[in-house]
């Protein structure tokens, strides 16, 4: 029988995770960049005839992992917060002195856009070294039209360069800037009638967060933005219930956003709220976040899961509560500190962060039509993912 010619032959894998019913073996075989097969090596032996061959023995081929949420757009790090933490100053605290996402903001703004660009690329590059091949990225370090814009650009600019896939979200409802302290409404004003429209008109974003918190944004305050967000036609992103239950969960549900992130202070009325929501809001699960923070709180992930809610695990890269762009390190956080299974830590970086994000038909799997972005995992089994910290699997 003729073989027909394809470019890559991976071969002999200890297992391949492929998040699709009846599609299963331990090969898989690219063309074009996308998979054309995946079965038992003699069988697509039978059937490809490889410009390229790779041995897999010994390790495990999972999706190129998707990281749903990141805000990679910070120019300096913010290091000496890690030190107050410990003398026990709170996250809301430093923020409340002045410090974390305002010391941020000040730093971006102050950052030319060239520079930027140059910094978001090495996130990305990091990222990409640890095994994401997609990733939604945030702007919300700028918190003025020029400098969110600018932000954008350089998620823009920086995917490009590196190949990264991104897909951008405009965070400009991350905090009050300090400008605007003593009248947010004019900021929510600034937000709602220049902001969103501007990112709207140059394409910058396809989504839009807000957090959702004391000392950040209010119910009332999120519902104006996230209303006229929804008009714009921005798909919509939420951070809620981090450290105080506001309603921010109900109000996601009620305005059909992809997701809902944090939820270490999620109450039963939330969960309700998400397990009963029409059109399924995600639950965005960030577990290495409390423990960065020294937070005893988790997210009731067991519950979410158990009542159906989809879900994905992501890192929260940010320089202020998470300071990793390791999706393997949250999968550990989830196993840890969540009590998620292998096989579900694994789905929440892969086929759940792809689904959050509208992309779960061609990235998160391995079958036939997905991206031929795959990892070989340096492991012996699927339940060891999660399993090792401090080390990266990815091969
Ligand atoms: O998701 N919670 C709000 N925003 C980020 C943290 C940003 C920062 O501290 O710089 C988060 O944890
Ligand atoms: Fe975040």
Redesign the pocket.
Known sequence: MERTPCDLLVFGANDVVTWVDGVAGDSVAVLDGKVVAVGDQASLRAAWNPAEETDASGSVLVPGFVDAHT?PVFAVGRAEEFDWRAQGVDYLEIARRGG??LS?VKNVRECDEGRLTEIVEGHFQRMLGLGTMACEAKSGYGLSLDAECKSLRAIRDAAELTGMEVHPTFLGA?MIPAEHRDAPDVYMDLLCEEMLPRVADEGLARAADI?IEEGAFNLQQARRYLERAKELGFALRV?AD?FNELGGVQLAVELGAECVD?LEALTDAGLEALALGEKKTFAGLLPA?PHFLRQSIDAPARKLLDAGVPYFVAT?F?????YTPSLAEAAHFARVRLCLTASEALYGVTAGAADSLGIGDRRGRIAPGYEGDFLMLDLPDIHHFGYAFGECPVM
């Open positions: 805000h974390g996402i941020s991350h957090f951070h981090q944090h976040v929260d940010n320089p202020g509560s998470c």
